[in-house]
């Protein structure tokens, strides 16, 4: 079965510092990745996702994410962070052409201090 | 555009009392559903997901179950609740193909007394 570890579980950064969050899987087979944001009384939202092609994809608000498949990483970064991006960011991967769930790591709480 | 609706928003039970929380979907046919948890300082769990009506799969041997009497409705329930099934549970729905993201219901946050 997958795993998905997230390695920073507490980050606080002020206003217009870059950000890397790190998310490693563990599977063999071929993947879907994704980044979900869930924003303080919010639901659980797509940032981006990578299923196939060119490994840095660009989600929303200006993140983005690189898939490195060699490292079995696909870490978040954003150049300059804002206030508002302060919130709960959650890597997930689901087996590729497969029907089941995803299997998310526990989330990284990100707090942005103005 | 689809729309997922996931009720009640907050439940407060007591331990040995059954449970129904309720997911339906608009806008789309024949999606994915799933159910989540997420406990305390933990991350969310797959706990079921169904392909079609009547079709349920288990992630984890639980107290709980899951049905799908209808396309767009996937309600979750137990007989009797525990301590241990305190949590914050989501609903999610995903179309075709399989490299489609999950979208996420509000959620019920559940608290067992």
């Known amino acids: 079965a997958q795993s998905v570890s997230q390695h920073n579980h507490h980050v606080i950064l002020s206003e217009a510092a870059s950000l890397e969050l790190g998310c490693n899987y563990s599977?063999?087979?071929?993947?879907?990745l994704f980044w979900y944001v869930q924003y303080p009384g919010q639901h659980l939202q797509l940032l981006l996702k990578?299923?196939?092609?060119?490994?840095l994809v660009k989600g929303i608000k200006g993140f983005e994410a690189e898939f490195i498949k060699s490292k079995f990483s696909f870490n978040l970064r954003k150049p300059s962070v804002q206030w508002s991006d302060t919130a709960e960011y959650f890597c997930?991967?689901?087996?590729?052409?497969?029907?089941?769930?995803?299997?998310f790591g526990k989330g990284t709480h990100l707090i942005i201090q103005p | 555009s689809q729309t997922i609706h996931q009720w009640p928003a907050t439940l407060v039970q007591p331990v040995g009392s059954p449970l129904s929380l309720e997911c339906t979907v608009e806008?789309?046919?024949?999606?994915?559903l799933y159910w989540y948890r997420q406990a305390a300082g933990r991350g969310l769990q797959l706990l079921f997901y169904?392909?079609?009506?009547?079709?349920i799969s288990s992630e984890v041997p639980q107290n709980l179950s899951a049905s799908r009497p209808q396309d767009r409705q996937f309600i979750l329930s137990s007989k009797k609740l525990l301590l241990s099934d305190s949590g914050f549970y989501l609903c999610?729905?995903?179309?075709?193909?399989?490299?489609?993201?999950?979208?996420f219901g509000d959620g019920t946050r559940l608290s067992i007394l």
């Open positions: 599977y063999g087979g071929t993947v879907n």
């Open positions: 999610a729905w995903r179309g075709q193909p399989s490299n489609q993201p999950q979208h």
């Open positions: 806008g789309t046919s024949n999606p994915n």
């Open positions: 169904s392909v079609g009506i009547g079709q």
């Open positions: 990578y299923f196939s092609g060119d490994p």
């Open positions: 997930a991967v689901s087996r590729g052409g497969g029907a089941d769930g995803l299997t």
